[in-house]
């Protein structure tokens, strides 16, 4: 099963910055955490993902803690095509299985 | 921008009948996967390949699935006599562990459908 947990659902006004949660308090230190999405019944799609620094990339921000245990992941500008579950997903560097939740269905409104 | 492909897009069987679903992963990417989703529930891993070879697989991939990467292009995710419950979308990645990160690239997968 995931280690993380995240909301079941999240709703965000188009235009405006979503914020979506994630805990994940049993990470270990040399665990990375990924993002990944899923629009309807498309394959997961890749976001971010970061150790312990925050990052950014053309998509998405993510911001972790300081003691690792949760991070957020922001879309800074939320449209309609971003309405998708989006997967939080923590796992040891060299290990290749993903192991999905349920993520959270955000929902993008206009 | 290069992108996994997989045929066919939707795959209709019998039961007990075997069914050869096919992946064409990134050219240069080393490491390919199947992750299946049945309707309504998580994605699972099914399997990981690398230098010819699985490297890690999951319980749900037990002797009535098998892999294979047939030539230079091809991976391949044979199951050898498909159940009721073999019916779900199938994803095949690749990644490059090249890359900072090892981000998996998935397909649009095939949704297969076992009468």
């Known amino acids: 099963d995931a280690k993380t947990t995240q909301p079941t659902s999240m709703d965000c006004a188009e235009g405006r910055a979503a914020n979506l949660p994630c805990n994940h308090s049993?990470?270990?230190?040399?665990?990375?955490v990924y993002w990944y999405r899923q629009i309807h019944s498309q394959g997961p799609q890749y976001i971010i993902h970061g150790l312990k620094n925050n990052e950014t990339n053309e998509m998405a921000s993510l911001i972790i803690t300081e003691d690792r245990k949760s991070s957020t992941l922001i879309l800074p500008h939320a449209t309609l095509r971003d309405t998708a579950v989006y997967y939080c997903i923590d796992t040891f560097t060299g290990r290749r299985a993903l192991t999905f939740g349920s993520g959270t269905r955000l929902q993008v409104q206009p | 921008e290069p992108e996994v492909t997989q045929t066919p897009s939707h795959q209709v069987t019998q039961m007990g009948q075997e069914v050869i679903l096919r992946c064409v992963p990134i050219?240069?990417?080393?490491?390919f996967y199947w992750y299946r989703q049945i309707l309504g529930q998580k994605v699972e891993f099914l399997v990981s390949f690398y230098n010819n070879e699985i490297s890690e697989k999951s319980e749900i991939f037990d002797d009535q699935f098998s892999v294979e990467r047939p030539d230079g292009s091809n991976f391949t995710l044979k199951i050898r006599s498909t159940k009721l419950e073999d019916s779900a979308m199938y994803f095949c990645?690749?990644?490059?562990?090249?890359?900072?990160?090892?981000?998996?690239?998935f397909g649009p997968g095939t949704r297969l459908t076992v009468l």
């Open positions: 049993t990470i270990s230190g040399n665990e990375y």
């Open positions: 050219s240069n990417h080393l490491y």
């Open positions: 990645a690749s990644s490059d562990p090249g890359l900072a990160g090892d981000e998996q690239f």
